[in-house]
C-alpha cells in the first residue's frame, strides 16, 4: 500500500512517520520551498505525548521541553481563580502536559522522514480512480497512491474539493504570540482573564517564555508596522506581574498576529480512497492546547486502521467514524472556553470567576482526563 500525505505540518509529518512505522509506503507533498516554522510555543498534552513513545520520540521530545506540575487561572490582577495540580494527571497517566518551541517539534518530526518529504508540490485537486487515487500539483506533476490523507491546514485545497461552500469561523478575538528570553524564576503557568482579553504565560527550557494575548475586536485588524508591542502593553501594561515586564522584554519582531479561527464540525470528512486529518479535519481554537494533539492522535489511528483493515476505502471510514467522534467535542468545548475567557460584561464575569472558583479540583482533574486520557491509538 502507498499513501500521499499533503502538508508537511505537525500531523502530516507525524502520520508519515506513523505510517512507516505500520510497515506503509508513504510520500509527503508540501507547498513551500522550504520547511520553516514560526517562532512559538506549542503545548503537548498527555495524548500526544504517549502517541509520541509509541513512535520512538517521547523521549527526544521531553529533552527539549518543560513539564508542569500545576498551572492556574487568575484574574488581571494576579487574584488566583482556580489552580491545577497536574501530579494526579501524571500518576495516572505518566505525563501530564510539556511545552517546548514549535520548530523544535517541526525538526524532530520531519528528520524521521526527510527523504519522503517533496517540497514546492501545492495541492490543486485530486482525481480518484477505481484502484488508485491522483494528487495534481500547481508545478504540473502528479502523484498516484491508494490513499490520499489531506493535512493541508484549516484552508485545505482537498477538504475545499468535499465541501466548496463551507466557511471559516472567526471566533470573535485576535491573539499574539511571541517566544523570549526571561527570567523563569517562581513564575506561575496559566493564562489570566480580564475583559474581553486574555494573557498567558507558559515557561520553557532554556530561559524562555511563550506568551500569547487576545483581545475581542473586529477580524482582520493589524498591527502598524513597529507597534505591536506598544499596542499590548496599552492593552496589558497595568496587570500583574510579571505581564508588563515580559513584554517589555519581547523584541518587536518576534511577536505574531493572527485572528483566531476553526470550522463547524463535519460529520463526514472524506470519501473513497480520500480523507482528512489535522486542521483539515478539525480546525479549531487554541484555548484547550488540543490542535496538534488531535492532528498526532489522527495520525496513530490511521495508521493502526490502515494496517489491520480492509478494503481501503472501508478502513478510512472506520477511522473517520471514530476520529469524528473524539474530534467534534473538543472542537466545541474548546470554542466554548474561548467564549467564556473573552467574556466583557462585567456582571458575567463575576458569576463566572465565581463558579470557576467553587469547582473542585478532583472536577476540574476528571474534565481535563476526558481530553487527554485518550488511549484508543494504542490499542
Known sequence: MKVIVIGAGIAGLTTAIA?????????????????????????????????????GLGSAIRDRSVSYARTALRRSDGTVIIESPLEEIVSRLGAAMIVLH???????????VQDAIHLD?????????????????????????????AADGIRSIVRSQFHPRERIRYAGYTAWRCVTKFDTTRMLTGESWGRGRRFGIVPMSG???????TQNTPPGQSDRPGQAKQNLLELFGSWHDPIPALLKASDEPAILRNDI?????????????????????????PNLGQGGCQGIEDALVLARVLSSRSPVEAALRFYEQQRVARTTPIVLRSRQVGVLGQLENPLARRLRDFVLGCVAASTTLRQLESVVGYQEHLQ
Open 261 to 285: 479561527v476553526d470550522r463547524d464540525p463535519l460529520a463526514s470528512w472524506g470519501a473513497g480512497r480520500v480523507t482528512l486529518l489535522g486542521d483539515a479535519a478539525h480546525p479549531m481554537t
Open 102 to 112: 514549535r520548530a523544535e517539534l517541526m525538526a524532530l518530526l520531519s528528520a524521521s
Open 121 to 149: 508540490h501545492e495541492c490543486t485537486g485530486f482525481e480518484q480512480k477505481d484502484d488508485a487515487v491522483v494528487a495534481r500539483f500547481a508545478n504540473g506533476t502528479a502523484a498516484r497512491a491508494d490513499v490520499l490523507a
Open 207 to 213: 530561559g524562555l517564555v511563550y506568551w500569547f494575548a
Open 19 to 55: 505510517l512507516r512505522k505500520a510497515g506503509i509506503d508513504v510520500e509527503i507533498y508540501e507547498k513551500v520551498r522550504e520547511l520553516r516554522e514560526v517562532g512559538a510555543g506549542i503545548s503537548l498534552w498527555a495524548n500526544a505525548i504517549r502517541a509520541l513513545d509509541q513512535l
